[in-house]
């Protein structure tokens, strides 16, 4: 589980609206920024803080993993080493950068160049299991369509041979700055480089490859390990297997979500596992040895004798195991009493004759009661 309270970071409570968020960002972020607050240590980390509260509360998916999970990248369930769990800011960039992004461009903050490194974008796949795969673990083998660095030209998009040059108009940055006079004073902007689309750089001579866009689409198959105990709406990330970075930039990462088929003989309620039984009028009020199926295979239970209809049993240890932890639930077998209809006229008969061995009449009036035991002595 996520240690840091995002909501905390900003100054807010747990369910603050996208524009309380917004507003208590950029409150913070003016008053921790670098430019204003050079050499300052604190003030360094605490604009960290309050950047990597931002990304995560700004996103709607990651916003909502973390409200209900405490992580933005799994459900919960405090997956470790294979990549569950905590927040990866490597991919935030300079604090010009979310500052520009932000409020604008060039009200005197530094902005980082358009054409530098950037994550590749993150994939979504839904895996389907069956009930028995979610509750014991599994492998498998999935498909997924991506966009990789063109091997022919190494990412570039210039033919063998030639190299992109950089853009005459932008310089290389991506950005044009445009300097306009107000009644308020001088203010400068910054917009994309219509020329190089942002790029720094002109592809003269395109790779015939990937026709001068530097990726291609191709068909990976990526094994995934599906722990024991997983659930309808846990989400497995794999780091680095995303899309593929722009300019030496790192893979986006690839989100397996995770769907589980619905069971015809079990219920599952978080890690317990719930099940009916029928058992007979008679065999309830004498009790009996029964036969109940669990995940594990059959297990023989005694229901004692006066059992009454929707009584539950529990049987400790045979529910779902908890994720990446030891220990599991319970099984709940809830017993239903079954009442017989349409009888003959003999099994009419041996239930008057139950009837008065207890002190009734068919009618309804009482005369002597006895006990359950009295009427097997």
């Known amino acids: 589980m996520a240690s840091k309270d995002y909501y ?119 895996l389907n299991l069956t009930f028995e795969e979610a509750i014991f673990g599994t492998e498998k083998e999935i498909t997924i369509t991506k966009n990789e660095n063109c091997e022919e030209c190494s990412g570039t998009g210039a033919k063998a041979g030639s190299t992109p040059k950089t853009c005459d108009q932008c310089g290389g940055s991506g950005q044009v700055r445009v300097q306009r006079q107000t009644p308020l004073g001088s203010f400068v902007s910054t917009s994309t480089c219509d020329r190089c689309g942002g790029k720094g750089t002109i592809v003269d001579n395109p790779c015939p490859t990937c026709s001068g866009k530097g990726k291609v689409r191709k068909r990976r198959v990526i094994k995934v390990k599906v722990p024991a105990g997983v659930d309808t709406g846990n989400i497995i990330p794999l780091r680095g297997q995303g899309e593929h970075g722009n300019n030496g930039g790192p893979a986006g990462d690839l989100y397996v979500r995770i769907n589980v088929a619905s069971s015809k003989q079990f219920e599952r309620r978080g890690n317990d596992i719930y099940i009916d039984t029928h058992i007979s009028m008679s065999k309830a009020a004498l009790g009996v040895e029964i036969v109940v199926p669990t995940v594990d295979g059959d297990v023989k239970y005694t229901i004692p004798e006066g059992t009454q209809s929707g009584t539950l049993f529990r049987l400790k240890g045979k529910g779902v195991p908890r994720v990446n932890s030891s220990g599991r639930g319970d099984q709940y077998v809830r017993v239903i009493v079954d009442i017989p209809k349409n009888l003959n006229e003999k099994q009419k008969d041996a239930l008057k004759a139950f009837m008065e061995a207890c002190g009734e009449s068919v009618d309804g009036e009482v005369k002597h009661k006895k006990g359950l035991k009295d009427l097997f002595r």
């Open 8 to 126: 905390a970071s900003l100054g807010l409570e747990k369910g603050a609206s996208d524009d309380e968020i917004k507003r208590a960002f950029r409150k913070l972020a003016i008053k921790y920024h670098p430019d204003k607050n050079q050499g300052n240590k604190e003030a360094e980390e605490k604009f960290k803080e309050i950047n990597e509260a931002y990304q995560v509360l700004s996103d709607p998916e990651k916003k909502a993993r973390y409200d209900q999970f405490g992580t933005a990248d799994f459900d919960g369930s405090g997956f470790g080493s294979g990549g569950f769990g905590g927040f990866d800011f490597s991919d935030m960039g300079g604090f010009g950068d979310i500052f520009e992004s932000f409020f604008g461009g060039g009200a005197g903050g530094s902005s980082r160049r358009r054409n530098g490194p950037t994550k590749g974008a993150d994939i979504e796949y839904t």
